[in-house]
């Protein structure tokens, strides 16, 4: 088979298993190729894998069967060192539930990838102001996130994701918790954010607000059937 050129992400027969007291299975040989640059949504009804799916693809948890490759190479047979680099500097993830440091304050939350990069206090501080000041969070700052509301969460945790620049941003529900204005506005940053940097964009979500900034939809069970091209 040969792999097409703008080809980022390539996903084939991806299958997950949740082990434990009961055995669940969250993806079934999900088929999914994604260009550099675009703009994806992912969308399925609760508890189809979306956030399974996405977690693979950033690395944070290991398919039961399949392959993943990005940039060409199979991510599943990286060693936990190539891992660790790959989580920093090729993905940057925004969680369901934003995942936050409660204990740091906003600036230091935006700032641990970029320290895990071993980036220079200058180039953390002018890539924080620039993040903050797009994602109109500047105020907030040396606040703890405890303090913010959710929409304001949120766009903390965009602005982590985006920290180290990542090609590949993957967003989890990320207007899951925020009203239909803000929501707008957080993909309205998220998508102007990406276009300006060439990234690539997958949104697992289920808000319809979504695809005014995607250029492709999918539906992650129709995925699990589709004859690989
Ligand atoms: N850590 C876990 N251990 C066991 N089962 C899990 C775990 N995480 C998810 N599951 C199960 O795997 C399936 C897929 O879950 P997942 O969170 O990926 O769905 P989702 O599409 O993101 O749902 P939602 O739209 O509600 O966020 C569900 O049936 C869920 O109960
Ligand atoms: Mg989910």
Redesign the pocket.
């Known amino acids: 088979m040969s792999r097409r050129k703008n080809t980022i992400i390539e996903i084939s027969e991806l299958s997950h298993v949740?082990k434990?007291k009961i055995e669940?299975t969250?993806l079934s040989g999900v088929n999914l190729n994604v260009k550099k640059g675009e703009r994806l949504v992912v969308r399925?009804k609760?508890?189809?894998?979306?956030?399974?799916?996405l977690h693979c693809i950033a690395g944070i948890l290991r398919p039961t069967k399949g392959r993943i490759s990005v940039n060409n190479q199979d991510i599943l047979q990286y060693n936990e060192n190539q891992l660790a680099d790959y989580r920093c500097k090729t993905v940057g993830l925004i969680y369901?539930s934003y995942n936050l440091a409660y204990f740091l304050t906003v600036k230091e939350n935006i700032e641990f990838p970029m320290l895990l990069m071993d980036k220079k206090q200058d180039e953390r501080d002018k890539r924080i102001e620039e993040l903050a000041e797009f994602l109109e969070i500047s105020r907030y700052l040396n606040q703890k996130p405890e303090f913010l509301s959710g929409g304001e969460q949120q766009r903390v945790a965009i602005a982590l994701a985006l920290a180290n620049n990542p090609p590949i941003v993957l967003a989890d529900?990320p207007t899951g918790n925020i009203d239909i204005e803000t929501a707008e506005t957080v993909y309205t940053h998220l998508s102007h954010m990406c276009q300006i940097y060439d990234t690539t964009l997958v949104i697992?979500s289920?808000d319809p607000n979504a695809s005014k900034f995607a250029e492709r939809e999918v539906n992650l069970t129709e995925l699990e059937f589709q004859k690989k091209k």
């Open positions: 949740y434990g669940t969250a399925g609760s508890g189809v894998g979306k956030t399974t799916l369901q529900e697992a289920h």
